[in-house]
């Protein structure tokens, strides 16, 4: 109880634009309430999954894409103590009354300072957007972060869960299919068919390669958040991609039969993890 009322209060000092405030919390019984601001448009999850709802445009996405960066940025880098959020999904992501996407639901949040280690040894999240290595380390880190950050885009682009089921009752990841129209050479094939092909063509495949480089299955060959603001502004181009990179084999990687190359990405702020991850 000491260690979520600690939490509640810092987290109730962060103030930013693209950050649902936290306005206090209480206890019902035996559960544990955090009290946010309301938002008048609701889930971001509701627009992008029930067809009954409007369509978000693609500039409308990609501010949202935006808007949650921005609040990452601030977490992981311009408060005074390092916000790990260890839950980034559109189901945490609210829109205000201008449709501002804002980043909300601190409850498994962990603060740091800067310049020191996490202490988390405790795998929590969601399904689809947990980062491979925290089955092995079970550490939480930015770079697990940028993971869920780059499933998340993916969600936003596509318009489809991280995860969902085949005919046989099997698990399809979202961005393994994004990667086979990569392969087939129609990578924008994978925006959301709800667009109708509304958007342009050029800048949704730098999206999605882009997803793809924050998911990728190593937390050294994901860029930080800084760079990602940077890549997202147009500040920075987007190093040269191949579809062999982001979807290396992890399994060839802990056998030492494939050496991925990562000289020609920025060094990144997420830190140097060496463990290399289980399979995705």
């Known amino acids: 109880m000491k260690e979520f009322i600690s939490e509640v209060v810092s987290i109730g000092q ?7 405030r936290l306005l206090g919390y209480c206890r019902r019984k035996r559960e544990l309430l955090l009290v946010y601001d309301y938002m008048p448009n ?45 839950d980034v999904k559109a189901s ?19 603060l740091y300072d800067h310049g020191t ?20 380390t079970g550490r939480a880190s930015k770079a697990s972060d940028i993971f869920a950050f780059g499933v998340f885009m993916l969600e936003v ?15 399809l990841l979202l961005a393994d299919r994004v990667i086979e129209h990569w ?8 925006v959301d068919p709800r667009l109708r092909g509304d958007f342009p063509a050029e800048e949704a495949s730098f999206v999605l390669k882009l997803c793809l480089l924050c ?12 760079q990602i603001m940077q890549f997202l502004s147009g500040d920075t181009r ?13 399994l060839a990687l802990r056998q030492n039969q494939v050496v991925p190359s990562h000289s020609s990405l920025p060094s990144t702020e997420a830190g140097n993890i060496s463990d290399i991850p289980a399979a995705r």
């Open 14 to 20: 962060i103030r930013h634009r693209n950050l649902v």
């Open 42 to 86: 609701g889930s971001l999850d509701k627009l992008l999954h029930d067809h009954n709802t409007m369509v978000l445009s693609w500039s409308q996405r990609l501010g949202i894409i935006n808007d949650v960066a921005s609040s990452i940025l601030y977490l992981h880098l311009d408060w005074e103590k390092v916000v790990l959020h260890r």
């Open 92 to 110: 945490n992501v609210l829109l205000d009354a201008d449709m501002n996407g804002r980043l909300g639901d601190f409850g498994l949040a962990r």
């Open 117 to 136: 280690d996490p202490h988390t040894t405790h795998v929590v999240g969601t399904m689809g957007y947990l980062a491979p290595e925290l089955g092995h």
């Open 157 to 171: 682009a596509c318009g489809r869960r991280p995860v969902s089921q085949d005919e046989h009752d099997g698990h």
């Open 183 to 190: 392969r087939e050479g129609a990578i924008t094939d994978a």
């Open 215 to 226: 998911s990728h299955p190593l937390p050294s060959a994901r860029p930080g958040i800084r």
């Open 238 to 250: 987007l190093p040269e991609v191949s579809v062999e990179h982001v979807s290396v084999d992890v």
